[in-house]
């Protein structure tokens, strides 16, 4: 069974501080994708990695596809507030050409 | 650009009564369609899919089912709900592998919260 996992469940810092968020999986994906989404409201997404060992930045998140293409993660620098929300990652299914699966997700929590 | 509306945005049923949530997308054409279900603070939960008009794949057997009329709509429903059925239902579309490529990547609604009493 094709699976996705996240680390930390659940994550409390203090605005400043840098967090690192992990996806890990036992398969190979083809692209790995990541969305956060904020109580209440549908997930967003944010990037998506295809090239195994492949880097991607937006503004103060990294997001880094591992050199086999099995795991990923994403590290945010001087955490906000505003960077509250769920973190989910999501990848290709093996079983369908048209449908991802996802992790849990990892609940953060920035606070003031 | 394309937009996706979902409604009603929160619904609360009593057991056994029946259940419609839609969803439609605008400015795009031949999408894939999903319905999820988020249960709080948790990973989401594939129900359905749909590549086209009439096409549907249950991923989870249960108690609802899911209709695709037409290429931009897609319908959620149940003829009789059970407490079990409470959560956030997130309908998402991605552009069609087949057709154009890409990595099915998902652009959500704003989701349906419902609680069933």
């Known amino acids: 069974t094709q699976l996705l996992e996240q680390s930390p469940q659940f994550l409390s810092i203090q605005e400043g501080e840098n967090l690192t968020v992990y996806c890990n999986s036992s398969?190979?994906?083809?692209?790995l994708q990541w969305y956060r989404q904020e109580p209440g409201e549908g997930p967003v997404l944010l990037v998506t990695v295809v090239t195994g060992g492949e880097v991607k930045k937006l503004k103060r998140l990294t997001f880094q596809f591992g050199d086999a293409r099995k795991d990923s993660s994403l590290h945010i620098t001087a955490a906000q507030p505003g960077d509250t929300g769920l973190y989910l990652c999501?990848?290709?299914?093996?079983?369908?050409?048209?449908?991802?699966?996802f992790g849990p997700g990892t609940s953060l929590s920035v606070i003031p | 650009s394309q937009t996706i509306h979902q409604w009603p945005a929160t619904l609360v049923q009593p057991v056994g009564s029946p259940l419609s949530l839609e969803c439609t997308v605008e400015g795009t054409s031949n999408p894939n369609l999903y319905w999820y279900r988020q249960a709080a603070g948790r990973g989401l939960q594939l129900l359905f899919y749909s590549v086209g008009i009439g096409q549907i794949s249950s991923e989870v057997p249960q108690n609802l089912s899911a209709s695709r009329p037409q290429d931009r709509q897609f319908i959620l429903s149940s003829k009789k709900l059970l407490l079990s059925d409470s959560g956030f239902y997130l309908c998402?579309?991605?552009?069609?592998?087949?057709?154009?490529?890409?990595?099915?990547?998902?652009?959500f609604g704003p989701g349906t919260r419902l609680t069933v009493l």
């Open positions: 398969s190979v994906f083809s692209s």
């Open positions: 998402a579309w991605s552009v069609s592998l087949r057709l154009a490529g890409g990595h099915n990547e998902q652009f």
């Open positions: 999501a990848g290709d299914s093996k079983t369908s050409y048209d449908k991802v699966i």
